[in-house]
């Protein structure tokens, strides 16, 4: 087994949180989607402008898909969802983002 000298490790300080859920919020505000129904009445989302980031285009879409549950809900239902479901969107987006920047210093 080869042994390593002690070294000690330089790791870049992670930026705030804050700065963080920015990013996310930007990334979210660059994405739209289409929401719909198939002839089954199947929810549908399809990605009309990417945010560059293939994950944070999936996350929205299938979040948002949710909005798309009750059958019977009306346009003003599904948008009132839609905005309600963003802070969340956006949390969700910066932890992704602070566990990527993580890995990146670890690597």
């Not at 599904?78 to 210093?105: F, T």
Request: hydrophobic share 40%; net charge neutral.
């Amino acid at each position: 087994m080869m042994m390593m000298p002690d070294v000690p490790a330089v790791v870049a300080p992670a930026p705030a949180a804050d700065e963080d859920i920015i990013v996310a919020a930007r990334r979210m505000a660059e994405v739209r989607v289409t929401l719909g129904r198939d002839s089954r009445g199947r929810g549908q989302c399809g990605i009309q402008v990417s945010s560059g980031d293939p994950f944070v285009d999936e996350l929205a879409c299938r979040d948002l898909s949710i909005c798309l549950q009750p059958r019977k809900a009306t346009p003003e239902q599904v948008n009132s969802c839609i905005e309600a479901r963003k802070p969340g969107l956006v949390d969700q987006i910066a932890i992704y983002l602070q566990r990527q920047r993580n890995a990146n210093v670890e690597n």
